[in-house]
């Protein structure tokens, strides 16, 4: 049986009577209620929780058994953090809908006039009702190009595509909606030109050839994203934009090689929060645009991937990015290469003989640790080099190198350190 209150006691009995799907649709039925009067430095950890939660769920497979008891605990510890936050908001007034696309309308309006009680009520309605693929189809032309609740309402739609096809508890879908409500007119705009043009009449620029040539513009007056992607718009980082082509493969998930560059290449301090959003943002918009109905949703998650990705570079890159680099070989055991300098952990990935044990690895050292974006890279670079095997390498190094930040970078929040 699940638990029936919160876990206080990270080596509660139950925790190890639940199965993984039960342990993590018990913890998804705590982190799908949203919390008041969460305290202004908790709020970045309160809306990367459903995120985190996802993206430990699909790693759990792949993670070593020596490994096993620690990332269940990393679970359990999720809540119980989550918990901690606020008291529960409560069940939200729920009027009745005939169906999803209606209710989906009402969420929409509801989100564009930042009206919160009456983007709670149809989510909680909606959420009960809808399985995950249902939310991707309905949720993403209304999720794939604004920045509020960070952008992370595209990250959260991708993740939950991966669950199970009944997905979880409520699909945890209140809070993400209620973020998204709170900047409702901050957007990517995304040009008509680029939905409307017609590819036969101009075969336009492949987006790597275009981003490579990018230089930085210097840091937003502030680091978030919503700042970053209009600091980069207003200064026409985005103008040659327009002219890609984004209708060829090289606008597909190709495109992401240029994030795990920025990792390799970047300023090393961005790599925890910059660099790995430099990814997991893009691809969020690529896999969303992959299920759209028509070539115009293509292009507009297409358009709001390379967005991302050059506001990214714009914003805290140096120079511009080399897409052929390979990091100088190396013999160094990967294992050991993890607790040595960054540039030695993705050389270590990068020239390492078996990239499927290193996948388990990495995979396994995400999973053990703490911090929502750790967890959510990592599961990106293995999706990443997944879809993209020719670039399978270069997508382990920089999730190498982003575990290495970390060993030399202790978090000192981690509740379990």
Known sequence: MLLDAPLQDLDHPVLAELDDHRLVAWAAAEIGVPRRDVPGDRSSFVLHAPLELLARAALLPHVA?????????RVASLVAGYV???????????????????????????????DGPRVDS??????????????????????????????????????????????????????????????????????????????????????????????????PPSRSIASMVEHAAAAGVFDALVEVDLDGPAAD??????????????????????????????QAALMLGADAPDIVGVRRARYVAAAYLAAHWAASGEGTVDLDHVPEHTTTDLRDALFGAPELAAAAAWHAPDTSATAALLASTASVNH????????????????????????????AAYLHAWWHAHPDTTDPLA
């Open 65 to 73: 058994a020596a490994d096993r008891g620690t990332t269940r605990r």
């Open 84 to 114: 901690a936050t606020g008291s529960p908001l409560g069940d939200p007034s729920v009027e009745e809908h005939p169906s999803m696309e209606a209710c989906e309308a009402v969420l929409a309006a509801a989100i564009s006039a930042g």
């Open 122 to 219: 149809a989510a909680a309605w909606l959420g009960a009702r809808a399985r995950p693929s249902d939310l991707v189809r309905l949720l993403s032309p209304t999720s794939v190009d604004r920045l509020g609740a960070a952008g992370h309402g595209n990250i959260y739609l991708a993740l939950l595509a991966r669950t199970q096809p009944r997905g979880l508890p409520g699909q945890m879908l209140r809070h993400p909606m209620a973020a998204l409500a709170l900047d409702p007119a901050r957007r990517i705009d995304v040009p008509d030109a680029v939905l409307s043009a017609d590819p036969s009449g101009r075969p336009g620029r492949p987006v790597l050839d275009v981003l490579r040539e990018l230089e930085p513009i210097g840091p």
């Open 253 to 282: 998930v190709r495109v992401l090689r240029f994030a795990a560059q920025a990792m390799l290449q970047g300023p090393s301090d961005q790599a925890p929060y910059g660099w790995t959003h430099c990814l997991t943002l893009a």
């Open 371 to 398: 911090d929502a974006h750790r967890v959510k890279y990592t599961l990106a670079c293995l999706d990443a080099g997944a879809a993209d095997p020719a670039a399978r390498r270069l997508h382990l190094a920089a």
